[in-house]
């Protein structure tokens, strides 16, 4: 994953995300071969 946060592959995509309480926060979906989905996290 990265920083704080969890990763999962649906697909052509990567999702990233954190768990906060009971709330799932999306911060990036994007092609997931493309490091451009980790830039200015």
Not at 15 to 41: C, H, P, Q, S, W
Request: glycine share 14%; aromatic share 14%; hydrophobic share 30%.
């Amino acid at each position: 994953g990265y920083p704080g946060g969890y990763r999962v592959d649906q697909g052509e995509y990567r999702i990233l995300y954190t768990i906060e309480g009971e709330a799932v926060r999306i911060f990036r979906i994007g092609k997931r071969n493309d490091a451009e989905v980790y830039r200015n996290l």
